[in-house]
């Protein structure tokens, strides 16, 4: 159980990791006005996008190999709001997708104003993932 935890730590890592610079990687192509920007833009988006999916679907896979070794903590309350805000992230993760097509596309659908604001949402989950995955507050 501990390697699965541990293995599932250093995967969160790598998936917050992307999911803390790509959105800080729309607001510089958002703003991008020659070509050469903007392919170099493409380019360091897809290829993180590639590399935090990894990290993503490790992190996944080796929680649910830790909810399978302890099913007993499925009767836990705080795994259930942790879960919750996993499912969030997700979704972050999909819109992050969505975003990296926009941009290969030469689809501008958000100012750079607004991934700003959008890059702080990653922080705010992983706040709460952290504090009820260490504290277990009930």
């Known amino acids: 159980m501990l390697w699965f935890k ?3 730590v250093i995967a969160m890592v790598t998936w917050f990791a ?4 790509l959105p800080r990687l729309f607001v510089y192509h958002a703003d991008a006005g020659d070509w050469i920007s903007v392919e170099r833009f493409r380019t360091m988006e897809r290829r993180l996008f590639i590399i935090m999916t990894v990290g993503a679907l490790l ?7 830790m909810i399978v070794a302890a ?3 499925l009767k836990m309350g705080w795994l259930h709001v942790k879960l919750t805000l996993v499912l969030l992230l997700i979704v972050y993760h999909s819109m992050c997708f969505k975003f990296v097509r926009d941009f290969a596309h030469d689809r501008k659908t958000r100012s750079a104003k607004w991934f700003r604001l959008f890059n ?3 922080s705010l989950l992983l706040i709460g993932i952290v504090i ?3 504290v277990k507050p009930f």
């Open 71 to 73: 099913p007993a903590y």
């Open 132 to 134: 009820l995955a260490v």
């Open 59 to 65: 992190t996944v896979a080796l929680g649910v190999a």
């Open 6 to 8: 541990a293995f599932h």
């Open 18 to 21: 992307g999911l803390f610079y």
């Open 120 to 122: 702080e949402v990653p």
